[in-house]
């Protein structure tokens, strides 16, 4: 394995734990109430632009053509807009639980539009690893499901985090070859801030009805780290594994997240470990295992 393919996993091994230390973060930052889906949604959006642009004035200037701007507006809307936008909505509709389950099914989308994009085979080792790391997974969040208190609109709610993992998917294979034209930052730079644009005028009525002096400290910490951890560097970490993995393996990391989530619950107390969450991981890391030996062509 190349050095540029072990810094790759490594990149998406990163970005994944964070993800999964984002999400208790962002519940406890919605839980005051204060601070809406849609208010924390605008804030990591934009916060994470602003921050793209400053990076962008200590690296190097790139000229992007409008047709090129084109397109970036189209992996903003794709991988970051309708990606967290659906998600969020459809979290509010349904229950986590629920929500976990179904993004379960994003690295099977991802094999399946770059078996139909990018001509990439579709694998009995990269369809078991696929079923693997599902299966280790589901495990894993099922276990709280009794638990949940489901949304006003389930159904509603859950084609929306549907609707989510297939955008994702979507921009993973899409734009697969087209981010190898430009250097990290200034593709960032340009989809966050085409996202920033289209999400801010729908939430004008959240951002002026919110009581921003009744944020806490402890909520302000938490959104800090969602918007340069969870967004910033995870988004880092991302696009450099994408420009050297192949877009089933990236999707493939999604898996680790219910383990990370699984491990903060276990170290605050509010979980416990058990047989079954040590197959669950197993089963996922082999998973990954899997699909990252396939094939990329069939000879």
């Not at 009995?124 to 693997?132: D, E, V, Y």
């Not at 297939?166 to 981010?179: D, E, G, K, P, V």
Request: a positive charge.
């Amino acid at each position: 394995m190349t050095n540029n393919k072990l810094q790759g996993h490594a990149a998406m091994i990163g970005a994944n734990v964070m993800w999964g230390l984002m999400s208790p973060a962002a519940k406890m930052v919605l839980a005051t109430g204060t601070v809406t889906p849609i208010l924390l949604t605008d804030m990591r959006i934009a916060g994470a632009a602003i921050l793209f642009w400053i990076a962008s004035f200590f690296t190097k200037h790139e000229k992007v053509p409008a047709a090129d701007l084109l397109r970036l507006a189209g992996a903003a809307c794709l991988g970051i807009l309708f990606n967290q936008g659906c998600f969020i909505f459809g979290v509010s509709l349904s229950s986590p639980g629920e929500a976990s389950i179904i993004t379960t099914t994003m690295p099977m989308w991802v094999m399946i539009l770059a078996a139909l994009i990018l001509k990439e085979p579709i694998t009995w080792k990269k369809t078991g690893g696929i079923a693997l790391g599902a299966s280790g997974a589901i495990m894993l969040v099922s276990g709280n499901l009794g638990q949940q208190i489901s949304g006003n609109n389930p159904m509603l709610g859950d084609i929306l985090v549907l609707t989510a993992q297939l955008s994702y998917a979507l921009y993973l294979t899409l734009y697969r070859n087209f981010i190898q034209r430009y250097s990290l930052i200034t593709l960032m730079k340009w989809m966050f801030l085409f996202a920033t644009l289209l999400s801010i005028p729908p939430s004008i009525p959240s951002l002026m009805n919110t009581t921003w002096n009744a944020i806490t400290p402890a909520s302000w910490a938490c959104t800090g780290f969602i918007v340069v951890g969870g967004t910033f560097l995870a988004y880092i970490c991302v696009m450099t594994g994408q420009k050297v993995l192949r877009p089933t393996v990236v999707g493939m990391y999604n898996y680790i997240q219910p383990i990370v989530a699984t491990s903060i619950g276990i170290y605050l107390g509010l979980d416990h470990f058990t047989p079954t969450k040590a197959i669950a991981v197993a089963l996922i890391f082999s998973g990954v295992y899997l699909v990252t030996i396939s094939k990329v062509k069939p000879k």
